[in-house]
């Protein structure tokens, strides 16, 4: 059974940094990402990578300033997220593909404010 524990959200100044964590048992998957959906708006995708190669994907909004990164050893996937802005407030969600199979998390919430 595939079990996605997130952690790392919280309230954070305008210019900080956040990193969120995506701890996945159960098994390997062939992509692994993170979304956001903040009140009102619909889920959006953040950034994703490939197991096979590494390759990695951005949202425009985040390019620059956000990382996906995996650490294989420990099945987790992390979100280094630097120059936060209001815009930024969401609920994140991790998800990981395998197969026809889609898995997601429970989300962490971050809040950017002043």
């Known amino acids: 059974q595939v079990q996605l524990v997130e952690s790392g959200g919280g309230l954070v100044q305008p210019g900080g940094s956040l990193r969120l964590s995506c701890a996945v048992s159960?098994?390997?998957?062939?992509?692994y990402a993170w979304y956001r959906q903040a009140p009102g708006k619909e889920r959006e995708l953040v950034a994703y990578?490939?197991?096979?190669?590494?390759?990695?994907q951005y949202a425009d909004s985040v390019k620059g300033r956000f990382t996906i990164s995996r650490d294989n050893a420990k099945n987790t996937i992390y979100l280094q997220m630097n120059s936060l802005k209001p815009e930024d407030t969401a609920v994140y969600y991790c998800?990981?593909?395998?197969?026809?199979?889609?898995?997601w998390g429970q989300g962490t919430q971050v809040t950017v404010s002043s």
């Open positions: 998800r990981v593909v395998r197969g026809a199979t889609v898995s």
């Open positions: 159960g098994f390997t998957f062939s992509s």
């Open positions: 990578i490939f197991s096979v190669g590494g390759t990695t």
